[in-house]
């Protein structure tokens, strides 16, 4: 029976990995008075690492990107046990896109994953989600968010102290 060596990933690896295998991120948002508001998002991002989901307008997440843009992002496995735990903290800039470009761009990167992760079948319906990039302006209750990185960082290896986990972390550069 022949083993196989298991090479450990480094942090950029290990980032690019959790960012790509989950579904959700968490959100941090908080008015331009500093009341605090989080929400679990579906995300999807492009090769720079721009992250995009779509939301209601008037939700209060929403509402407070336009108050105030600085948003904090957090995306690990909730269903990790013990030495699987691990995560990405992103500090970034959120803004709702109105850009068609821009928009279509979202659109695209979501009809990508849902593709990818089965929530969509065929691509007939990947060609639709992206036609209807209108649903994302002018009247429509929804709206395509960006969130542009500042900093990202990654859970560094644990450390114990009397018994007890000790987090820290270690910024990524992507």
Request: aromatic residues 14%.
């Amino acid at each position: 029976m022949r083993s196989h060596l298991c090479i450990p990933m480094n942090s950029l690896q290990k980032a690019k990995q959790i960012i790509a295998e989950n579904l959700y991120m968490t959100i941090s948002v908080s008015s331009q008075k500093g009341k605090p508001w989080i929400a679990n998002l579906y995300y999807v991002y492009d090769k720079d690492y721009n992250f995009y989901w779509y939301s209601p307008k008037d939700s209060q997440h929403s509402t407070y990107i336009r108050e105030n843009p600085q948003v904090a992002i957090s995306i690990f496995d909730s269903q990790a046990i013990g030495d699987d735990i691990d995560a990405v903290y992103i500090q970034a800039k959120a803004y709702e896109i109105t850009a068609k470009k821009e928009i279509l761009k979202g659109c695209f990167c979501y009809a990508s994953k849902m593709l990818q992760t089965k929530f969509i079948g065929k691509k007939e319906e990947v060609q639709k989600f992206i036609k209807q990039y209108r649903d994302f302006q002018g009247i429509s209750a929804l709206r395509m968010y960006k969130a542009v990185p500042v900093k990202i960082w990654k859970l560094a290896p644990y450390k114990i102290f009397k018994d007890k986990f000790i987090e820290s972390r270690i910024e990524v550069k992507l």
